[in-house]
């Protein structure tokens, strides 16, 4: 049974930091993009950062560029985001995303953790 179950998630100050897991089974995320999406209340999902199969390569939205820090450990097939210099702004529940690397599809999602940021 495929799985993404996200933690680390919670409340923290302004400024604060924070470092979330992506745990999956089910599948193998060395052959897969490894993604986070965040959504506010009211709001679309947006985009957050990415990681790809190949080689260190990742991506971030322009809004976390700086702050958030998109890893990844194949041998624990485990996707992580750490996130520094918190703000309100930030606040929203954190999904995972994964998609196949090749060819697109499959993909999963998560079923979220919940970060608050304020004081």
């Known amino acids: 049974q495929v799985q993404l179950v996200e933690s680390g998630g919670g409340l923290v100050q302004p400024g604060g930091s924070l470092r979330l897991s992506c745990a999956a089974s089910?599948?193998?995320?060395?052959?897969?993009?490894m993604s986070w999406y965040r959504q506010a209340p009211g709001k679309e999902r947006e985009y957050v950062a990415s990681s790809f199969s190949t080689g260190p390569i990742t991506k971030y939205a322009d809004s976390v560029k700086g702050r958030f820090t998109v890893s990844r450990d194949n041998g624990a097939n485990t996707v992580y985001l750490q996130m520094i210099s918190l703000s309100p702004e930030d606040s929203a529940v954190y999904y995972c995303?994964?998609?196949?690397?090749?060819?697109?599809?499959?993909?999963?999602w998560g079923q979220g953790t919940q970060v608050t940021v304020s004081s």
């Open positions: 089910g599948f193998t995320i060395k052959d897969y993009a």
């Open positions: 995303y994964a998609q196949d690397a090749v060819r697109g599809w499959p993909d999963y």
